[in-house]
């Protein structure tokens, strides 16, 4: 579920509708971030930390924000 929501980046047509602005994360940027869920890197961040960030140094982020909630 992880890989699920990480995998679902904002997107720059959907910000009139989510509020959330658009991100560009390159193909490498995606792989490299799937590529550590995948390891358990970061099985310690709740999923909602991987929902509609950029790369996943943004859903450490947000996991940390999370955390802190």
Known sequence: ???????SQPFFVG???TGTPG????VAET???FKQILEGQHDDLP?????MCGNI???IEKGSQLAEA
Do not use: C, K, N, P
């Open 1 to 7: 579920r992880r890989v699920e929501r990480f995998l």
């Open 15 to 17: 910000e009139v509708f």
């Open 23 to 26: 991100r560009y994360v390159t």
């Open 31 to 33: 792989v490299e971030g």
């Open 47 to 51: 999923e909602q930390a991987f929902y």
């Open 57 to 59: 140094d943004d859903a």
